[in-house]
């Protein structure tokens, strides 16, 4: 019997190894889920793989991080949760496994949890750009714009060509102050289309609300030797972190000068892989109305944010199409940059210009270029200056070149 006994046991034992041995090892089977998650979106296939690794190598962190993950992605909170604090148990410097439980919890809406969990493993890693990030999308998330700038223009120092993080900053930033004043002034010059330069000043008043953003306006304005004022409000309410709206109006009695009246919406959409969205309409009346109709697509990479816009203005069955593509590169926060504008037509968003749309039946044409550089000082202080070129045509097969200089400052508290 003994015999016999010890030739089952060693039999056992030789298939237990040859089983393992299919199997493959912990790295193996680690490898097998990875691909089954990625690749097939196996969510309960990488699980069961997941699983058989821990149990050769119960200890390795990388894979029951990992498991926690796609618990995750499988809408099974608690058991990610535990994957996590198995982890941070025996390592509570895991980078990973803090950032990994701090997601879960903004995933799941669990926000003052989220910022709870994210600053612990910050306290070990203050300065982890993944960590920093994901801070500022709570904190944005939150409402707490003021904390949520610090901490992602602290990102931008270190990583300016993080696009994630460019594009958050450019969400936050101008939330991160309740008040703001402007001040601009542009000088016009036309070699042939006007005898006498123009002159447009601008100031404004921003306030933060719970409901988003809202601005008050007075524009000054000498053109065609008549001096003129324009009173306008601007408000970009908060919808969702997906999508604001742009709701704007203004008002002249200086009809010429300025629009008599004026009114514009947009609706924006924030979308995956860092690209955004916009659709809307322009009104302004000078006596007849005219309508235009806007779109525009914009994308962040790395230090660069590019975007392409189009105005449809129909009249006198035909319709009237203005372009544009604006390109900004950052060389430090969202408030530092420089920009080129190539554009053709005339735009009902150009304060400069736009007192030229419906004069004629003629569908005039125009070929422009703008330079820009904006810069702040001390954070709260912002220098903004512009100049611009335009080849116009102002009468049918009769071109002028207007020149147009600008120069603004922003004052954020």
Do not use: C
């Amino acid at each position: 019997m003994k015999p016999k006994f010890y030739l089952l046991l060693l039999s056992a034992l030789v298939f237990s190894k040859f089983s393992q041995a299919q199997e493959g090892s912990a790295d193996e089977l680690f490898t097998q889920a990875r691909t089954a998650a990625f690749e097939s979106k196996d969510y309960p296939k990488a699980i069961a793989l997941s699983k058989k690794a821990l149990a050769k190598s119960p200890d390795y962190a990388d894979i029951r991080i990992f498991l926690g993950r796609v618990y995750t992605w499988s809408k099974q909170p608690d058991s990610a949760r535990q994957a996590f604090a198995l982890v941070l148990a025996k390592q509570p410097d895991n980078k990973d496994a803090h950032l990994a439980n701090s997601t879960l919890e903004f995933w799941e809406d669990n926000n003052e949890k989220a910022l709870l969990e994210v600053n612990k493993g910050l306290t070990f890693h203050p300065t982890d750009d993944d960590l920093l990030l994901l801070k500022a999308k709570i904190l944005n998330s939150l409402k707490k714009w003021t904390e949520a700038n610090a901490a992602i223009e602290g990102v931008l120092k270190r990583s300016p060509n993080l696009t994630e993080a460019r594009t958050l900053a450019a969400r936050v930033r101008e939330n991160s102050s309740k008040n703001k004043i402007g001040l601009n002034y542009d000088f016009v010059y036309f070699d042939k289309q006007f005898d006498d330069p123009w002159h447009i000043v601008s100031i404004d008043y921003s306030r933060q609300t719970k409901l988003g953003s809202v601005t008050g306006r007075v524009n000054y304005a000498n053109r065609f030797n008549r001096n003129g004022l324009q009173f306008e409000i601007d408000a970009y309410p908060r919808i969702s972190n997906t999508f604001q709206a742009y709701i704007s109006g203004g008002y002249s009695n200086d009809v010429g000068v300025f629009p008599h009246y004026r009114a514009g919406f947009s609706l924006y959409a924030n979308l995956p892989a860092s690209f955004e969205a916009e659709a809307g309409f322009r009104y302004l009346t000078f006596g007849e109305s005219t309508w235009s109709y806007t779109a525009s697509v914009g994308k962040y990479y790395k230090s660069f944010w590019f975007n392409f816009r189009t105005f449809l203005t129909p009249s006198n069955d035909q319709i009237s199409q203005s372009f544009a593509l604006t390109t900004r590169y950052y060389f430090g926060g969202a408030d530092d940059y420089f920009s080129l504008r190539l554009g053709t037509g005339l735009s009902p968003d150009d304060p400069q210009n736009n007192v030229l749309i419906g004069n004629t039946a003629y569908k005039l044409r125009s070929n422009n270029i703008t330079l820009g550089y904006r810069k702040a000082f001390k954070s709260l202080n912002i220098l903004i200056v512009n100049f611009g070129l335009e080849n116009q045509e102002y009468r049918p097969d009769t071109k002028g070149n207007q020149f147009d200089l600008g120069i603004g400052y922003i004052r954020r508290f």
